[in-house]
């Protein structure tokens, strides 16, 4: 299977630890995006990166959320001092970049469910 | 900052049957983007159809099309043939000309009756 892939897909954790999900883009994809969403709703973006540069961030993003994509391949969003309102699905997609403002589909993987308990 | 709206949260259909579903969004650009996702219980959203705002004609995929009226700032999704695979959530998105980020509406649940 050649699409992205998240891991882990479900966290269970305690309000007040730090968690880490990792995203792995279709390989040839330059852009790589975080999107969060809450039970009912539908998806928010979170940040976008183009290779390693993290390109923009939503002011969803508070100080306690960090991304990081280092080589330009996977990406990490790590989520400090869980909050109970964390709790969400959080989905990563990427796309291969084709210039200007054309149209570049956004493929999306399963997500990682997180429960703060 | 633009907006998406989807009025309907639940809609069923009889299988074989054809069924819209409505979206409107707000915008002042004239160049941007418009999609639709169908999220499956528990499996990762996929791309159904999409539209570019400069393109008079409306878009089409096999059984799924749109009724794009850019001066309502109205998307809606026909999808005819209902099939039992079409059961999902579907959200509708939006994507400036200049931009990456996707917004999107609080989707549509729906359910096909067999």
């Known amino acids: 299977d050649t699409g992205v892939s998240q891991d882990p897909r479900h966290k269970i954790t305690k309000r007040g630890q730090n968690v880490t999900f990792r995203c792995d883009p279709i390989s040839e994809h330059n852009r790589l995006y975080w999107y969060r969403q809450t039970l009912g709703q539908g998806p928010e973006f979170l940040t976008y990166?183009?290779?390693?540069?993290?390109?923009?961030k939503s002011r969803l993003l508070s100080d306690r959320f960090s991304a990081e994509r280092p080589k330009g391949s996977f990406s990490t969003l790590e989520i400090q001092r869980t909050e109970q309102g964390d709790s969400a699905m959080y989905l990563c997609a990427s796309s291969l970049s084709s210039g200007g403002g054309s149209y570049n589909e956004q493929f999306f993987g399963p997500g990682t469910r997180l429960t703060v308990l | 900052a633009q907006t998406v709206t989807q009025s309907q949260p639940e809609m069923s259909v009889q299988e074989a049957e054809t069924v819209t579903l409505s979206c409107t969004y707000d915008?002042?650009?004239?160049?941007?983007?418009l999609f639709w996702y169908k999220q499956p219980p528990s499996r990762q959203m996929i791309l159904v159809i999409r539209?570019?705002?400069?393109?008079?004609q409306n878009a089409t995929e096999n059984r799924f099309s749109v009724n794009f009226q850019k001066a309502a700032k109205s998307f809606s999704l026909k999808i005819s043939d209902s099939q039992l695979g079409d059961a999902a959530m579907y959200f509708c998105a939006y994507r400036s000309q200049g931009a990456q980020k996707l917004v999107f509406g609080q989707g549509t649940r729906l359910t096909i009756n067999p």
């Open positions: 915008t002042s650009e004239s160049d941007y983007y």
């Open positions: 990166f183009q290779n390693e540069a993290q390109l923009e």
């Open positions: 539209q570019e705002a400069y393109k008079q």
